[in-house]
């Protein structure tokens, strides 16, 4: 099983600042598999990024994705007040398809 | 637009079936794709169940394997879950999804609303 770690546990920053999410892979994995979503509190979650670097539909261009290997980053190039929430990396590419423990983007 | 709907009883007993439906529209199943069931227990992450193709295909959660059954009805266009013999570490949301795909280990591009199940007596 393919373990994914995610770090920093929380995030705490303000409006208008970068944020970088990392996460890390037990074993290298294929970037083909490797997926972000952001969930809000009592909201489903929502498909971000695929493919390690493709956004989805309807996804903003401040998001963007990238990795290879055993690591993998999110990036929010500025934060708007909306995409203060959790954020999970999830890869398909191993049985089972595993999720990390998410990380927390709050307002700082 | 394509949505999904989860639907089932929000309460099992421990030791029973838990049985829950996701209705699609916009879409029928059978043009493809891969269609997945996820959970989380309360205030914990994501854990991936299993995913079903319109023809019958499946792919399972190991760990959950020995209790689980997916199904696809192409007429009434939904698939279905069935988790057996029901504990309270079953205790979840439970989402249905669309990968984003016709290829089982691609992301999940569209979910469900999600639905509680508690499992207790």
């Known amino acids: 099983e393919i373990v994914l770690t995610q770090s920093p546990g929380t995030l705490s920053l303000s409006p208008g600042e970068r944020a970088t999410l990392s996460c890390r892979a037990s074993q290298s994995v294929s970037s083909s598999y490797l997926a972000w979503y952001q969930q809000k509190p009592g909201q489903t979650p929502r498909l971000l990024i695929y493919g390690a670097s493709s956004r989805a539909t309807g996804i903003p261009d401040r998001f963007s994705g990238s990795g290879s290997g055993t690591d993998f980053t999110l990036t929010i190039s500025r934060l708007e007040p909306e995409d203060f929430a959790v954020y999970f990396c999830?890869?398909?590419?191993?049985?089972?398809?595993?999720f990390g423990q998410g990380t927390k983007v709050e307002i700082k | 637009q394509v949505q999904l709907q989860e639907s089932g009883p929000g309460l099992v007993k421990p030791s029973e079936t838990l049985s829950l439906t996701c209705a699609v529209s916009g879409y029928s199943i059978s043009s493809g794709y891969y269609w997945g069931w996820i959970r989380q227990p309360p205030g914990k992450g994501l854990e991936w169940i299993g995913s079903i193709y319109y023809s019958g295909t499946t792919h399972y959660n190991p760990s959950l394997r020995s209790r689980v059954t997916l199904s696809a009805d192409t007429s009434k266009n939904h698939f279905s879950l069935t988790l057996s013999f029901v504990t309270a570490a079953d205790t979840a949301v439970y989402y249905c999804?669309?990968?984003?795909?016709?290829?089982?280990?691609?992301?999940?591009?569209?979910w469900g609303q999600g639905t509680m199940v508690t499992v207790s007596s």
């Open positions: 999804a669309r990968q984003h795909s016709g290829d089982y280990k691609s992301a999940f591009a569209m």
């Open positions: 999830q890869y398909g590419g191993g049985s089972p398809h595993t």
